[in-house]
C-alpha cells in the first residue's frame, strides 16, 4: 500500500511539474516518443523510422532500458507476421502511439487474432515497464527507457534482405537493422539522459538476446555509476559453427540467422564487437562467447541471465522448422518432448561456462505455470517464478541482487528433475496446451 500510494503521488507530481515547465521540456511520468532520424541509419523492417519511449521522473537518475520481446524472422511470411505466433511483431513499424495503443501493429491479413491487442500493452507487458503493478519491483520508480522490437532479427541485424515470396508472388526488401537502432537509440540516451546512479538493460524473449548483443552500446554511452544485465529468455546458447544438430539442436538455426541478419558480414554484428572489444575473448564461430565476454569486458558489472528448463515456446522458434521429428509428433505432448528434450540438452551447456564466473548470475526455475509454456520469467507479472530450492520467492530476488548486491552474483537453479506438480499448474498447462495446439504449435 505504502508503495502505491507513493507512486501515486509521483504521477500527481509529474503532472504538476509538467504543467509548469510548458511543453518545450521532457515530461514526467508519460511516455515520450523518440524518432531517430533517417541519417542515423536507423529503421523498423518495413523502411519506417524507428521510435522508441521514454518516461522519466524528476526524482533519480537511475534507469532502466528494456528491450521488447516478439518472435523472430528469416523468410517473409514470418517477417510479415503471417505465420503466427512465432513471427515477428511489428511488421508495420512502430506507430508514434506505440505506448498507449490498444491495438497492434499488424497487416490486415496477418495473423490478427494472435495480436489482439498492442503488443506493449501500456507498458503492462512487464512489471519493468510499468509504474503500477502488483509485481513491485524497486526500477518502477526509476526513469524507463522502452525499445520496441519492428526488426525480427532479436536486435543484431545489419543487413537489407530480400526475401522471395513462397507463392511466387513480389519479393519482400526487409530492413535487419536492430544492431544499428540500437546504436542509434543508445547516442541519444547518452546524450539526453542524465548520467544514471544505476543502470540496468533487459529485455525478455528476443530483447533478451537484444540486451545481451547490445548491453556494451548501452552502457559505454550512459556512462552509469553502476550497472547491471537482465537477460530474460533469449539465450544466446553455445553453439559452434561446425556443431551438428545433435550436438548443438539450436546449430540449423544460428546458420540461418548468420546469414540472414548479416551477422558475418564486415559490417556485421560479430565483426563490430571484435573489433571494439578486442581482450573479451570472443569467438566469432560461437555467438555464444558473447555471454561471458560481456563479463570480462565489465568485469565490474553484475550479468544476469534467466530463463525456465522447460520453455517450450522459445524452444519451438529454435528447433521446429529444423528437426522433422518435432513436426511428426501427432500430440502437443509429443512435441513438447522433443522440444524440451533438445533445449535442456542447450541450457546445460550454455550454463556450465557462466557458472565458473563471479560476476555472472543465473536464474532458472524448472518452469513457470500459466505463462506462455513456461516462457520468460518477467513478463506480464513476477507469480510462479521462485526457486523453492535456492530459498527465492520470485525472480524479484534475482532483480534486487543485479542492482544492489555485493560479491558474487545469485546463481539460483531448480534442480534438472521434474518437481511435483499442483492441480492448478497441470490445469494451467493442460488449458496452454489446448491453446497452442489450436495455434499449430
Known amino acids: 500500500m505504502k508503495h502505491t500510494i507513493n507512486t501515486l503521488a509521483a504521477l500527481a507530481l509529474g503532472t504538476a511539474l509538467t504543467t509548469i515547465t510548458g511543453a518545450a521540456h521532457a515530461s514526467y511520468f508519460k511516455w515520450d516518443m523518440v524518432e531517430l532520424p533517417a541519417s542515423t541509419g536507423a529503421t523498423c523492417g ?3 523510422p524507428y521510435r522508441f519511449f521514454v518516461n522519466r521522473t524528476p526524482f533519480t537518475s537511475k534507469t532502466i532500458v528494456i528491450f521488447e520481446g516478439g518472435g ?21 513499424g512502430v506507430p508514434t502511439d506505440y505506448m498507449t495503443r490498444l491495438t497492434p501493429s499488424l497487416p490486415n491479413d496477418a495473423g490478427t487474432t494472435l495480436g489482439v491487442f498492442n503488443s506493449a500493452l501500456f507498458g503492462y507487458i512487464t512489471p519493468l515497464a510499468s509504474r503500477l503493478n502488483t509485481s513491485r519491483v524497486q526500477t518502477q520508480g526509476w526513469n524507463i527507457v522502452y525499445a520496441p522490437y519492428c526488426t525480427g532479427d532479436v536486435y543484431t541485424g545489419n543487413r537489407i534482405k530480400v526475401y522471395p515470396d513462397p507463392e511466387g508472388g513480389e519479393p519482400l526488401v526487409y530492413h535487419h537493422r536492430g544492431n544499428i537502432n540500437t546504436e542509434a537509440m543508445a547516442r541519444w540516451l547518452g546524450a539526453n539522459m542524465r548520467r544514471p546512479q544505476n543502470l540496468l538493460v533487459t529485455g525478455f524473449s528476443a530483447g533478451g538476446a537484444g540486451a545481451t548483443a547490445n548491453y556494451a552500446y548501452v552502457r559505454e554511452q550512459m556512462n552509469p555509476q553502476r550497472s547491471a544485465l537482465l537477460a530474460d529468455s533469449g539465450p544466446l546458447f553455445n553453439v559452434p559453427r561446425q556443431a551438428s544438430p545433435t550436438d548443438a539442436p539450436s546449430a540449423p538455426l544460428h546458420a540461418t540467422i548468420r546469414d540472414a541478419w548479416g551477422l558475418d558480414a564486415a559490417d556485421g554484428l560479430i565483426a563490430r564487437l571484435l573489433a571494439r572489444y578486442p581482450q573479451a575473448g570472443g569467438d566469432p564461430d560461437n555467438l555464444g562467447s558473447l555471454n561471458t565476454a560481456i563479463a570480462r569486458v565489465f568485469p565490474q558489472d553484475r550479468i544476469g541471465y534467466s530463463l525456465t528448463r522447460s520453455d517450450a515456446l522459445f524452444a519451438a ?19 513438447d518432448a522433443q522440444r524440451l528434450r533438445r533445449w535442456r540438452q542447450e541450457v546445460e551447456a550454455w550454463a556450465t561456462p557462466l557458472r565458473a564466473e563471479s560476476n555472472i548470475g543465473l536464474y532458472v526455475p524448472y518452469r513457470r505455470d500459466r ?35 555485493q560479491g558474487p552474483v545469485m546463481k539460483a537453479e531448480a534442480s534438472p528433475s521434474e518437481p511435483d506438480s499442483s492441480w492448478w499448474g497441470s490445469l494451467s498447462r493442460r488449458l496452454q496446451d489446448s491453446v497452442f495446439e489450436a495455434l499449430g504449435l
Not at 524472422?73 to 508495420?92: E, R, T, V
Not at 509454456?373 to 524479484?396: N, Q, R
Open 371 to 405: 505463462v506462455l509454456k513456461s516462457h520468460t520469467t518477467t513478463m506480464l507479472t513476477f507469480d510462479h517464478t521462485g526457486i523453492p530450492e535456492a530459498g527465492t520467492h520470485s525472480v524479484t530476488d534475482f532483480i534486487d541482487d543485479l542492482i544492489d548486491g
Open 72 to 92: 523472430a524472422c528469416y523468410d517473409k511470411n514470418a517477417c510479415l507476421y503471417k505465420d503466427g505466433f512465432l513471427g515477428a511483431i511489428n511488421p508495420n
Open 317 to 335: 522458434f529454435a528447433y521446429d522448422n529444423f528437426h522433422p521429428d518435432i513436426r511428426a509428433g501427432s500430440t502437443i505432448a509429443e512435441r
Open 46 to 48: 518495413n523502411g519506417t
